[in-house]
Nanobody
């Protein structure tokens, strides 16, 4: 059983920074991808950034140059460093682990950016 637990959300002023962390536990093996998604009120969940076990990254256009995703393969942790935050970044941020056909999700952490 795989479990994902996020931490690091909170309230920050526009222009500020936050770092999200996600710890994955359970049986995790082989090639996989970890990532962050977000869902704002009244909107669909959207991709923020992903990183493969080989280190390849992918970012949503809206966060390129402001957010950086990284991971620690030995510990099965994934991080999201968020800088130059904007009010439109306000959302619940979810950690994701994708292995073959399976997707696992954390419960989410709230990020609120005030103007």
């Amino acid at each position: 059983q795989v479990q994902l637990v996020e931490s690091g959300g909170g309230l920050v002023q526009a222009g500020g920074s936050l770092r999200l962390s996600c710890a994955a536990s359970g049986t995790i093996f082989g090639d996989n991808a970890m990532g962050w998604y977000r869902q704002a009120p009244g909107k669909q969940r959207e991709l923020v950034a992903t990183i493969t076990s080989g280190g390849s990254t992918n970012y949503a256009d809206s966060v390129k140059g402001r957010f950086t995703i990284s991971r620690d393969n030995a510990k099965n942790w994934v991080y999201l460093q968020m800088s130059s935050l904007k009010p439109e970044d306000t959302a619940v941020y979810y950690c994701n682990l994708h292995i073959t056909i399976w997707d696992y999700w954390g419960r989410g952490t709230q990020v609120t950016v005030s103007s």
